[in-house]
């Protein structure tokens, strides 16, 4: 079983950055893709970004240009830098560590973009 845990999230003014992390506990962390997805209110669960072992990354439309997702291999960890953020950025951010069809999850992080 591989624990997941988010930190960074909190109340942002529209324009501001945040930076979430997120450690795993496994000891072949590098072979897992990293992702982070969000969940707003009254709406599914999103793709926001992924990197995977070789260090390729993909995002949503949404974010490209204003977020950075980047990994730690040797910390366990796993970052999103989130600059520009705007209104809709609100949500529930969650870490996800993928390997195979297995999937694991953070508990997420809340951020909320508001004046």
């Known amino acids: 079983q591989v624990q997941v845990v988010e930190s960074g999230g909190g109340l942002v003014q529209p324009g501001g950055s945040l930076r979430l992390s997120c450690v795993a506990s496994?000891?072949?962390?590098?072979?897992?893709?990293m992702g982070w997805y969000r969940q707003a209110p009254g709406k599914q669960r999103e793709l926001v970004a992924r990197?995977?072992?070789?260090?390729?990354?993909n995002y949503a439309d949404s974010v490209k240009g204003r977020f950075t997702i980047s990994r730690d291999n040797a910390k366990n960890t796993v970052s999103l830098q989130m600059n520009s953020l705007k209104p809709e950025d609100t949500a529930v951010y969650y870490c996800?560590?993928?390997?195979?069809?297995?999937?694991?999850w953070g508990q997420g992080t809340q951020v909320t973009v508001s004046s």
């Open positions: 990197i995977i072992t070789g260090g390729t990354t």
């Open positions: 496994s000891s072949i962390f590098s072979m897992y893709r």
């Open positions: 996800n560590a993928a390997l195979d069809l297995v999937n694991y």
